[in-house]
C-alpha cells in the first residue's frame, strides 16, 4: 500500500501563484510516476501533469503547459505542483496519485493506483 498526503491548497487571486505538494509513503518502490489530476464540480477528472520518480521525465496537460509546473524530491518522496498566474477555470479539488502508468497511460486515472484524499484550489476573480 501506498499512502499519499496531498497539501498547499487554498484560496487565491486570480493571476496569484500557488504550490501543491504530495508526500508519498508505504511501499513507494513499487510505483514509478506521480500525476497530479483535478476535478471541477459536474466535470469529470482530468490530468494536469505527471513525473517520473526515476527520470524525472515529466508530461503536462497541453492547456497548462507554461503555467504549471512538477518536480519532485525523490529523498523526501513528495512531488510538487508549481502553479502559476492562475484563472478562476483551474478552481477545483487537486488530486495526486501514483503508480506505474506506461507511456500511453501517464495522463489518464485508471493509469493509477493509489490517490490522496485531494485539496481543494479556489481561484477568484
Known amino acids: 500500500q501506498v499512502q499519499l498526503i496531498e497539501s498547499g491548497g487554498g484560496l487565491v487571486q486570480a493571476g496569484g501563484s500557488l504550490r501543491l505538494s504530495c508526500a508519498a509513503s508505504g511501499r513507494t518502490f513499487s510505483t514509478n510516476a506521480m500525476g497530479w489530476f483535478r476535478q471541477a464540480p459536474g466535470k469529470e477528472r482530468e490530468f494536469v501533469a505527471a513525473?517520473?520518480?526515476?527520470?524525472?521525465?515529466?508530461w503536462y496537460a497541453d492547456s497548462l503547459k507554461g503555467r504549471f509546473a512538477i518536480s519532485r524530491d525523490n529523498a523526501k518522496n513528495t512531488v510538487y505542483l508549481q502553479m502559476n498566474s492562475l484563472k478562476a477555470e483551474d478552481t477545483a479539488v487537486y488530486y495526486c496519485a501514483t503508480g506505474s502508468p506506461t507511456r500511453l497511460r501517464v495522463g489518464t486515472p485508471t493509469g493509477y493506483d493509489y490517490w490522496g484524499q485531494g485539496t481543494q484550489v479556489t481561484v477568484s476573480s
Open positions: 513525473i517520473r520518480w526515476s527520470s524525472a521525465t515529466t
